[in-house]
């Protein structure tokens, strides 16, 4: 075969594989991290880790989210210190591991985070510290150089589903862990019309992807020691 044929060949082969992944079923649970010193009103710097009972929290619901088929599954998780520990539980209880994912960080409002003011650790320095985080994760800064309105969070959450839904992510099982905000957002530009009047500590929002079509499983749950009713 001819080299213009072979790359032609292999052209197509990345065409289909590409078009296989777009039509890949998938389930997407969206959980919000457990309650943080932040969340009882402990100041404890820019990006508080959990409380103790949010490490209780975690745990329950790392224990729920192994009731579910969780095989091959790829664990996302925002930046943010809370965010982490909760994937970390997670990914732990069901043997997976964590991958940094910067689009489901905080609404980076400015009451809560005066841009001149504010600094966190790199991506490198968080994945040093969590020892289920894999991947290469660059130095210097992460989060955004303005402030965000829910606006904001919207249209981020609205181009990271279609990352979610492409080929990016060739995963069937996808747990992504993120802030009231951002999973609020994401579930809105996932399923529109879906309502989610709160977003509780480690609650689990579950959505299918199948057929082309998202679809509610259950939305922010946290009866951790009972299975919804789908």
């Known amino acids: 075969m001819a080299q213009a044929d072979r790359l032609e060949a292999e052209g197509l082969k990345r065409i289909v594989r590409h078009l296989e992944i777009l039509v890949l079923d998938k389930i997407f649970?969206?959980?919000?991290?457990?309650?943080?010193?932040?969340n009882i009103g402990i100041v404890a710097g820019w990006d508080p880790g959990l409380s103790p009972l949010g490490?209780?929290?975690?745990?329950q619901c790392a224990e729920f989210m192994s009731c579910f088929d969780l095989s091959g599954a790829i664990v996302l998780s925002s930046?943010?210190?809370?965010?982490?520990?909760t994937a970390e539980m997670i990914a732990s209880e069901n043997s997976?591991?964590?991958r940094i994912?910067?689009?489901?960080?905080?609404?980076?409002?400015a009451e809560w985070f005066p841009v001149g003011q504010v600094k966190f650790r790199s991506l490198a320095e968080k994945a040093s510290s969590h020892d289920l985080i894999e991947g290469d994760y660059p130095g210097g800064r992460w989060w955004p150089e303005r402030n965000e309105g829910t606006g904001d969070v919207q249209v981020r959450m609205a181009i990271f589903?279609?990352?979610?839904?492409?080929?990016?992510?060739?995963?069937?099982?996808?747990?992504?862990?993120?802030?009231?905000?951002?999973?609020d957002a994401l579930a809105a530009s996932m399923v529109?019309?879906?309502?989610l009047d709160r977003v509780d500590n480690a609650s689990v929002t579950q959505i299918f992807f199948?057929?082309?079509k998202l679809s509610t499983g259950f939305v922010n749950w946290t009866d951790w020691g009972n299975l919804p009713r789908i």
């Open 29 to 38: 649970y969206l959980v919000r991290h457990a309650e943080s010193l932040g």
């Open 55 to 59: 490490h209780a929290q975690a745990r």
């Open 79 to 85: 930046p943010f210190e809370r965010c982490l520990s």
């Open 96 to 98: 997976l591991s964590v």
């Open 101 to 109: 994912e910067v689009s489901l960080h905080e609404l980076f409002a």
């Open 161 to 183: 589903r279609n990352r979610l839904l492409g080929a990016e992510f060739p995963f069937e099982r996808i747990v992504c862990v993120g802030h009231w905000a951002s999973v």
């Open 192 to 195: 529109p019309g879906i309502v």
């Open 210 to 212: 199948s057929g082309g």
